[in-house]
């Protein structure tokens, strides 16, 4: 089962993307699924995350209020809405399915915790 993400680009500071990531087939004991991001040379980060049993979601400070999760569950996809962006956004996103019982979403999402990955998708904000 593989995790595929889209919806990068190019934006201006204050415009908006959606990222979405869909995966190709059930992910065995998935209970959550997050987007992280990576600048080059900085450690990834954990953006958003979202709970599948109660559709809870967190976020990082940096996003909070800008940045929406959101799974359809039809189509077996978790899309990222964001909002106001800012060149400080500017990163490879990539989505993440947490598959491991000893772990849940229940705060920003730790990369440690999470198995299977996506590739990434580049996403620019210019000033």
């Known amino acids: 089962v593989q995790l595929q993400a889209s919806g990068g680009g190019l934006v201006q500071a204050r415009e908006s993307l959606r990222l979405s990531c869909k995966a190709s087939g059930a992910i065995r004991d998935e209970t959550a699924r997050a987007w992280f991001r990576q600048v080059p040379g900085k450690e990834r980060e954990g953006v958003s995350c979202?709970?599948?049993?109660?559709?809870?979601?967190y976020y990082a400070d940096s996003v909070k209020g800008r940045f929406t999760i959101s799974r359809d569950y039809a189509k077996n996809t978790v899309d990222l809405q964001m909002n106001s962006l800012e060149p400080e956004d500017t990163g490879v996103y990539y989505c993440a399915a947490l598959s491991d019982l000893r772990y849940a979403c229940v705060g920003v999402p730790n990369e440690y915790e999470y198995h299977v990955w996506g590739q990434g998708t580049l996403v620019t904000v210019s000033s």
């Open positions: 979202v709970n599948f049993s109660d559709r809870s979601t």
